[in-house]
């Protein structure tokens, strides 16, 4: 039985629903795609009844985090709505805790490559059908009607032509930051064995024509980021004055960066092709904004995303389609666990940073420098995406905190 959970075959069909679960639920509809998540749960907990999972696995702060999440239905406009959102949140911890423990971390980087290479290949296959058949493709079970918005389709067949492709996961965004998760995988593992090995070269390239198709502005900006943090990590690890002085150089040189950006906003949004309010995320910012005012210190009560059945969520619609989160993790979070909340969120993120972080600096070979880098990109992509509250974002940041406190306690060598 112990083999068996920990297989391969079991393992990365459970990271595939995790990486892809739009995918499921647009071939299969929502309550199969249900089904399986409750099949999966039923794996996590046997993983982690047989490996002893305890609740020390995760560090303090984001215990603290849950904790608060999961009283805040106390005070909650819509309670029922914020309790089952809860047991979803539940279950991300789970999957985190036997993901984590199911294997070791080298073990895990690898199986993740394997399960985001037949989503990448898969996506771009699906791409090259639908463009074939020079049409639309919508969900299944989806009706459209020629009022549908272009918005709602699956696929829109864009391979052949200067469109974004939305790939199995319907959606360019979520599709290139999966891109930008192989590529990490990918270059680190060229990097730490110094050699070019085929299949890592292979989904180097793989990522690249992902990320190049899907022209997401956040995974521009993530790369750059990313690119950033390990150019200082480089001159972190550098001693004597000069090294300093050039460490010092280039904060401020990235300050610099940031406040030209911010003061030619128009400009610098226009070279990543997007309008100067991000696509509508200014009204959708502003219309939570509104709700945080309502209650910005206990919030409204955690849902992760916003669940289309309780009216309470009917908050900003962009050109007929309702919103299902914030497109930013701080006001998503904000104002459903108010500022108490987000303090207690950014703490936790700030801990399993940093010490994720002294690894990376101290020894960039460490394969604990995976989950660190994929970590700065989910909170990159916090600040125009709330997809870290939930499915593979949330779950990721579970196992990224389970990873620093191992390192923190020193049993690192175990995973």
Known sequence: MT????????????????????????????????????????????????????????????????????????????PATSVVMLITALVGVLFGLAIASAVPLDELVRRSALSLRLILAGSILFEVTVALIGRPVYPVGFSETSATPIEMAWSRGLLFSAGRIQGLVGNANVLGMLGLVLLIIGLWRIYASRQWNMVS??????????????????????????AVIIGLAALARRNGLWWRIGLGSAVAVIGGAVVTAVTQWSTFVGLLG???????????????????????????????????????????????LPMSQAHNVWLDITMQTGFVGAILFAVALIVILWTLWRTFAHSPMSVASVPFLILCALTVQSLTESRLLHEWGFVSFIICAIISERIRVGTIEKL
């Not at 459970?14 to 249900?34: E, H, K, Q, S, Y």
């Not at 709700?291 to 007929?320: C, K, M, N, Q, Y």
């Open 3 to 78: 083999q068996f959970i920990a297989k391969k075959p079991v393992m990365v069909a459970i990271l595939v629903l995790l990486f892809a679960g739009d995918f499921f639920r647009n071939a299969l509809t929502v309550p199969m795609w249900a089904a399986l998540v409750m099949v999966a749960s039923v794996w996590s907990l046997v993983v982690i009844i047989m490996n002893r999972v305890s609740w020390r696995a995760l560090p303090i702060p984001l215990l603290a985090l849950l904790a608060w999440w999961a009283v805040s239905p106390a005070w909650s406009p819509y």
């Open 201 to 226: 070269v292979l989904d180097v390239a793989l990522a690249v024509i992902i990320i190049a198709r899907t022209m997401s502005a956040t995974v521009t900006i993530t790369l750059g980021a990313l």
């Open 274 to 320: 997007k309008s100067p309010d991000l696509t509508h995320r200014f009204d959708i910012w502003a219309a939570v904004v509104d709700r945080i005012a309502e209650t910005p210190i206990l919030g409204s009560g955690f849902v992760g995303w916003w669940p289309s059945w309780d009216p309470w969520f009917a908050i900003h619609s962009v050109e007929g």
